[in-house]
């Protein structure tokens, strides 16, 4: 009876405030779970933003620990089972691979619009709505950020420094950032071809980890380095000036049959030729790698079987030829790439216009380990490659994560020369610009815009916030520094007050502003659409 009782006085009271059909209760609910999962999964990653960030700690299942400040990396980890807090997972992915700097920013300004659009939502504006206005919002957004920019040259190479500077400060290795960010620069302009100017593949700048020394020893090497030892079974060299390098894809080792069997030997005289015709193979085999004056063999890793024998070693350490064995196959191409060579599949194709050529090959001990060492290459490929360096595995991999942002950095500019002030000075401005905007447009879309804009100013908040500064100080007087024209005004972190960040050399690539802007009103919208979730079994 009480059931009867409250149906008409629920249906009254939602009438009163619209006409609309009965059962909408279900979509509101649903919504609000995907924006309450959502902005859960954003205030994880909010307290990292900025130089003054804190860093997590992740355990996972398998019992490896990672220390990372990289907002993709905690999502990556996180273990998200809410659908909708899954987008902003893949939110900050799709970040990472359009400007790779910036992947906590687009979380925390998603979760900032989806507050917002929570309290629009309780007004009972339509979704549809508020989902225009935001699209129209970010258009007019990524406009006032390109009219704020400022053009850079490629032979700039301070500003291109400043700004992958300003990428590494947030990081746990931030104190390295006068080392980290020129080694960036110089090895993406290494790799940038003249020819497509606007490309840069980081796949061409390889990161060698080693154990031991601080990320102080990190640097670059011109030419290749392997992670491996020589082979130095039989006393073979381990040190080869005027090197002639072959890289190989076959196996110096006795030959098997192609199917599974036993050969059965019934005397001794029989064993002993197979031994000698086992002999005489490999013989022929290096006698044919000699004849072409190669000395440095690398030999990728072979599933079939063994790619070099102990007998085959012994031989190649006679004839003085130095060797690197299982390369990985994935590595092929780099290697080829870089030493200007082709690699050879099969004995008969051996040929000299087929080697590389260096002035040095050597092995050279570092920490713990030992690492080859191929210097002075000839008509080398655009690739380059850098040793980093750490006392403990946790700080390496933390390294190779803040080197990747730094050169992501520079490739934002490579592709897109422009850079914009950082510290919260872009947000504040486009919060002040939309909302005059807003107050020029008509009905609903206004007020939404209105909203879109208030939203930006979580940036500078939680900047402040990190920082230990009182926020809403902070960004009051920021507001007013804005309104009276200062377009570049930001929070100085360091100082604890506003300054012109221009000034402080605190710039980001146009590229991260725009692309988090765009992604995170994109994913927003794609949680507002959705009304329902159905499971399906």
């Avoid at 925390?108 to 709505?129: D, F, M, N, R, Y």
């Avoid at 990728?300 to 064995?325: E, G, M, N, P, W």
């Avoid at 920082?467 to 930001?490: K, S, Y």
């Amino acid at each position: 009876m009480a059931a009867v009782v409250s149906a008409p006085a629920a249906s009254q009271s939602r009438s009163s405030k619209t006409e609309s059909y009965v059962d909408n209760k279900r979509k509101e609910d649903v919504r609000q779970a995907n924006i309450n999962a959502a902005r859960a999964v954003a205030d994880a990653v909010r307290t990292s933003l900025g130089p003054k960030g804190m860093d997590k700690m992740i355990s996972t299942a398998s019992g490896e620990v990672i220390i990372t400040n990289d907002g993709a990396t905690i999502l990556n980890k996180m273990e998200v089972l809410q659908p909708a807090a899954k987008m902003l997972v893949d939110l900050s992915k799709s970040q990472d691979a359009a400007a790779g700097d910036g992947t906590t920013t687009v979380v925390v300004i998603a979760g900032a619009l989806l507050k917002q659009c929570a309290s629009l939502l309780s007004h009972g504006i339509h979704p549809t709505v508020i989902s225009d206005s935001l699209h129209k919002a970010s258009l007019k957004a990524v406009d006032v950020l390109t009219a704020m920019a400022v053009p850079v040259e490629l032979s700039d190479r301070d500003s291109l420094i400043k700004s992958a500077s300003t990428s590494l400060n947030s990081k746990v290795v931030s104190q390295y950032s006068t080392l980290l960010a020129p080694l960036a620069v110089d090895a993406v302009l290494s790799v940038v071809d003249p020819v497509k100017p606007d490309l840069v593949d980081l796949r061409d700048i390889k990161i060698v980890k080693k154990l031991g020394g601080t990320v102080d020893d990190t640097e670059m090497v011109k030419g290749l380095v392997f992670d491996k030892k020589v082979s130095h079974a039989a006393g073979g060299p381990t040190r080869m000036e005027n090197a002639k390098i072959a890289v190989i894809q076959f196996q110096i080792s006795p030959p098997k049959t192609d199917i599974e069997q036993s050969i059965v030997v019934s005397d001794y005289t029989q064993m002993d030729r197979i031994l000698k015709e086992e002999r005489n193979y490999i013989l022929g085999m290096i006698k044919k790698i000699k004849a072409t004056g190669c000395n440095v063999l690398l030999i990728q890793k072979s599933i079939l079987r063994d790619a070099v024998t102990d007998l085959s070693l012994h031989y190649l350490a006679k004839a003085k030829i130095l060797v690197i064995k299982d390369v990985e196959r994935d590595e092929i191409e780099f290697i080829t790439k870089s030493l200007n060579c082709l690699p050879i599949a099969n004995i008969e194709h051996f040929r000299a216009e087929k080697l590389g050529h260096a002035d040095l090959v050597e092995e050279v001990s570092l920490g713990d380990g030992k690492i080859v060492k191929i210097t002075g290459i000839k008509d080398m490929g655009r690739t380059t490659t850098v040793l980093v360096r750490g006392s403990n595995q946790l700080v390496i991999d933390e390294a190779e994560r803040s080197l990747h942002d730094a050169l992501c950095v520079v490739r934002c500019l490579v592709n897109k020369r422009f850079l914009i002030a950082g510290g919260g000075a872009p947000e504040i401005e486009l919060s002040r610009q939309l909302g005059a905007w807003a107050k020029v447009l008509h009905g609903m879309e206004g007020y939404c815009v209105r909203f879109f804009a208030e939203a930006l100013e979580v940036i500078p908040y939680t900047l402040a916030e990190n920082a230990g500064l009182n926020p809403i100080a902070i960004v009051t007087e920021l507001r007013n520094r804005h309104a009276q024209g200062e377009i570049n005004a930001g929070i100085n972190v360091r100082k604890g007050q506003i300054t012109n960040i221009l000034e402080e050399n605190v710039v980001q690539p146009l590229l991260v502003s725009t692309s988090a802007i765009t992604l995170a009103t994109e994913c927003v919208r794609m949680i507002l659409k959705i009304d329902d979730i159905v499971t399906v079994r």
